[in-house]
């Protein structure tokens, strides 16, 4: 690993919190008659809290004030802390923690460089408590992704520069957010397909192999 910090994104990368997520939001929209699918769920991923319910809204005939709004969006994450803590450990799989030790034992520094506000709530749901070097997250940021903030917030964490750090993302807008900041990446998924993306990655395990 040619990389001195590896910066992980949470969701998609790390965990799977996107059923969740859904179940949260279909339930707020259905709470205000708004249509909401899978699809248009796609389409939060690695977005923010707010952007997201701006992406619901768009379907609703109705205008939102900013309090109705941050009221909706509190709605949605009472929903979804309730479903947060169904997690357990077992929803760490082992290939992803056996690579992060190996990427450690290597000599890398871990970071966390994610959208959610939940961030560390869900880190100790899944055992990970304690377990990163770094931890940028949603409470940390005034811009999200595609911002780089985030990510350079990371580094800044790790007293490193990007060019030193490698990002593991599985959003589309978390790989722009990389390139932007200039950071190399590493993309699973929908991410992996990304023209900016600096590696594709078939499996979380591949990175042992960069
Ligand atoms: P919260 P990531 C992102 O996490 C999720 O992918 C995205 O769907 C969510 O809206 C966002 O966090 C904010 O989450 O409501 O918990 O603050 O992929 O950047 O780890
Ligand atoms: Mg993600």
Redesign the pocket.
Known sequence: MKYRGIIF??????CF??KY?YQAWKEMADGIGVYFDEQINNR??????M??LDIILERSEKQYTQEEKEEL?AR??EL?QKLLHQMTPDDLSNEVKATMDGLRAGGAKLS????????KL?LGQIGLDGYFDAIS??TNITR??PDPE?FLKAAEYLHMQPSECLVV???A??VEAAAAGGFDSAGLGEAAAHPKVTYKLETFGDLLHI
Not at 44 to 49: I, K, M, N, P
């Open positions: 994104d949470l969701d998609g990368v790390i919190t996107d997520h939060l991923r690695g977005v923010s809290r952007a997201s969006a949605k994450n979804y966390i460089g994610s959208s959610s506000k939940n961030t869900i997250d949603g999200s992704k985030v993302e599985d959003a807008a978390g």
